[in-house]
C-alpha cells in the first residue's frame, strides 16, 4: 500500500492521522545517530502498552524508516494471531515471537535493523526489580541487555492519543545509559 502513494502525500496522510514528534531524528529516512551506517549495530526502540502502540509500527514501516522488527505474543487464537499480524505486518514490519526473540533480535541489530520491544509487563524470569511509584516491581532487562550486547542505542517510543482524535507520535530522545558491573 505505502509503495502506491509518493511520499509527499503519505506523509500528510500520516500527519492527518498521528502527529509525529521528534521526527527531527528521522534524516533521508533513516535515525539520524550518532554512528555511521556502516556501524551495524541497529537500533532499539522501548514502548509500552500505552496510547495506540500498534499504530507505531504501521506508521514507521509506511514512513520507509529502515527495517523494524516487533515483539509479540502468539495469540491463544490461531484466527485472531493470524488477522492481527497481517495488520501488524502489512507495512513491511517484520514480526518475532518472544519465545524466539532473543536470536532473532541480535540478528536484526547485526544487520543494522530495528527492534521494537513492549517491556512494561510483570515477568516471571530475566527480571530485575525497580522501584515503581514507590513498590518493587519486576521489569524485563532484555532491552539493556541487548543494549550493552550490540552497543545499540535505545530510544522510547509512544504514540498518546490527542483531543482531536489524532494520536501523537513520540519518538527518542536517544536514552542513555551507563555501562557497570552491575548486572
Known sequence: ???????????????????????DQFVGNRLGLPGGADEARGVLFLAAHMGHWELLAIVHGFLKIGPLNIVARLLDNPYLDQRINAIRCRSGTKLIYKDRAASQILRALKHNEMAGILLDQNT???????????????????IATFALATGAPILSAFCLPLPDGRYRLHCGPEI???VSDDR
Request: charged content about 20%; proline content about 4%.
Open 1 to 23: 500500500l505505502a509503495d502506491d502513494f509518493c511520499p509527499e502525500v503519505l506523509r500528510e496522510i500520516i500527519d492527518a492521522l498521528a502527529g509525529l514528534h521528534g521526527h
Open 124 to 142: 516471571s524470569q530475566g527480571h530485575v526489580f525497580v522501584n515503581f511509584f514507590g513498590h518493587p516491581a519486576a521489569t524485563n532487562k532484555a
Open 176 to 178: 542513555e545509559y551507563q
